[in-house]
């Protein structure tokens, strides 16, 4: 991947943690992409459904730590081990990793991504 591909998807991610359904990652002062696992969630599910509130993901990264969290129960069928989601259930996925992040990166000082300057940005 070239380097401005690379910067553009990042910043493609990085939206995902400032306007989507990744911005309890957000880390103060830095640089923070990712992406949500999918998981098909309704708070109005009542049936048996192999995803029903079982599993959730953050894969995300800033310009020198990368890292998943996967929080859940593999087994479908064993409703009590289904986790109690009060939130978008990708939540606590994101709130350990940035804490994971957050540990790792103390004393660092925070950075934001770098752009190529090749890269031309636009706002609609």
Same mark, same amino acid.
């Given at each position: 991947?070239?380097?401005?591909?690379?910067?553009?998807?990042?910043?493609?991610?990085?939206?995902?943690?400032?306007?989507?359904? =990744?911005?309890?990652?957000? /880390?103060? @002062?830095?640089?923070?992409? &990712?992406?949500?696992?999918?998981?098909?969630?309704?708070?109005? %599910?009542?049936?048996?459904?192999?995803?029903?509130?079982?599993?959730?993901?953050?894969? =995300?990264?800033?310009?020198? /730590?990368? @890292?998943?969290?996967?929080? &859940?129960?593999?087994?479908?069928?064993?409703?009590?081990?289904? %986790?109690?989601?009060?939130?978008?259930?990708?939540?606590?996925?994101?709130?350990?990793?940035?804490?994971?992040?957050?540990?790792?990166?103390?004393?660092?000082?925070?950075?934001?991504?770098?752009?190529?300057?090749?890269?031309?940005?636009?706002?609609?």
């Amino acid at each position: 991947m070239t380097s401005p591909v690379a910067s553009v998807m990042t910043q493609l991610l990085q939206d995902v943690t400032q306007y989507g359904t =990744g911005t309890d990652a957000q /880390i103060p @002062g830095w640089g923070v992409a &990712g992406k949500t696992g999918t998981v098909q969630w309704d708070t109005g %599910l009542t049936l048996d459904h192999p995803n029903w509130i079982s599993r959730a993901w953050w894969d =995300g990264y800033t310009p020198n /730590i990368v @890292g998943s969290v996967y929080v &859940g129960y593999d087994n479908p069928h064993d409703r009590k081990y289904h %986790l109690d989601w009060n939130t978008e259930p990708n939540h606590y996925a994101e709130l350990i990793w940035r804490d994971i992040v957050e540990l790792s990166a103390k004393g660092e000082t925070p950075m934001p991504f770098s752009r190529p300057s090749t890269v031309i940005s636009t706002v609609y």
